[in-house]
């Protein structure tokens, strides 16, 4: 082989193995394989994100979303809704931390609340 063929297949050789190495500006994923990328829950047949959205009454709703019980507010996220079991006649709900009973005993975290238009369904 002459060495002019010699330094054609050097540098044929160079070329071929440096080629998977410059791809470029790197790009972001788009589409499912973002998804694939980040934290994700499910909530019935639809994804979210659990750092912008929660899974309230099987529907993906807002973190700062909040709904009355009795006459307090209450972070559906965060906290639930529970039926006051003591007898006091203006005393009917308590709001509790999720993930504690609501048949618990109560906590210093615990609000009591009132009994006044309280709809578990209405999401405001």
């Not at 002459?2 to 330094?7: A, D, N």
């Not at 790197?26 to 694939?36: A, C, N």
């Not at 709900?93 to 006044?116: L, M």
């Amino acid at each position: 082989m002459t060495p002019r063929r010699c330094i054609l297949a050097v540098l044929a050789a160079a070329c071929i193995l440096l080629l998977p190495c410059s791809h470029g500006a790197p790009v972001s994923p788009t589409g499912p394989q973002l998804l694939l990328c980040q934290s994700h829950e499910r909530c019935g047949d639809q994804f979210y994100d659990p750092r912008q959205d929660c899974c309230y009454d099987d529907a993906v709703v807002p973190l700062g979303r909040t709904q009355k019980c009795g006459n307090c507010t209450f972070r559906v996220c965060f906290e639930q809704c529970c039926p006051w079991l003591v007898n006091r006649p203006r005393e009917s709900f308590v709001v509790k931390v999720k993930g504690h009973s609501c048949y618990s005993a109560p906590s210093s975290d615990d609000r009591v609340c009132s009994r006044t238009c309280w709809s578990p369904k209405t999401i405001s």
